[in-house]
Every structure is written in C-alpha cells, then in structure tokens.
C-alpha cells in the first residue's frame, strides 16, 4: 500500500505522565514526610522522594525526541530529532488500538526497540494513516 505522503511519528511522554509522576512522588513525599516521628527521618524522606522525582523525571525525558519515518515505500527509518536517521525493520508483535501502537523496531544488528506512538503526540491525521496502514499495508 502507497500513501501520498510519508507518515511521520514521534514517541514521548504526554502531560499527563508528568501530572502522574508529580501527584505520586507528592503523596509519596506526604506519606514520608507525616508517617516519620524524628524531623531528621522527615527530611530524609522528603530527600528520597525528591531524588525519585527527579529519577522519573529523567527517564521520562529520555524517552523525547524520538522519530519514525514511514516512507512511501514501506521503508522505515527511526532516530533522535535533528540527528541521522537509521533504516529499522518491524516486527512481528505490533499491538494495535485506538488509544496507542507499539511498533517493534530493530536496527540492524541490535535488539527489538518497542516505540509508543499515541494520538496525543502525533498528527491525528498521520495516526489514523498508520493504523490504517499496518491494517491493510503490510505483506
């Protein structure tokens, strides 16, 4: 199957997996902050929930900027914004629903890497396209 245009994706976390890691490692904090009796315990875990916050934090934003690029062709290419670009091929264990894909993506000589596309980062229009695609396009 030939599109007119490419369809272009990109994975990353929506707001409200930042809303998600903030209200738990606040709960968490409280938790820590009002269950510890000494107040040296209070600021240790006060510490602790900043520091898994700050965790979070990181993993999700490592998980930005990525991009897929499916071309006209069927050829798919994946890479980080504004970098190279390198041609993966895509697995068998795709998991299709309105909500969300998951595209197994392997480059050559490495692991599956499953990218997480959902409508809330993506054109809408290249969305539907895609479930469309992997519906009808593939062989």
Known sequence: ?????????????TRGA??????VC????????FSAIAWPLKWVGAG???ACFIAGLIQLN????????????GAINMGQAGAVQYPVELGQR???SRMFVTLPLRM?????RYFLVNPA???????????VWLGYGQD
């Open 1 to 13: 199957m030939t599109f007119a245009r490419p369809i272009n994706l990109c994975a990353g976390p």
């Open 18 to 23: 930042y809303i998600f890691l903030a209200v």
């Open 26 to 33: 606040l709960v968490a904090g409280l938790v820590a902050f």
């Open 48 to 50: 602790i929930t900043l």
């Open 62 to 73: 490592k998980q930005r900027g990525w991009r897929v690029r499916i071309h006209n062709s």
């Open 94 to 96: 795709i998991f299709r």
């Open 108 to 112: 050559a000589g490495k692991s599956y």
């Open 121 to 131: 980062n993506n054109d809408k229009d290249d969305f539907r396209r895609l479930l």
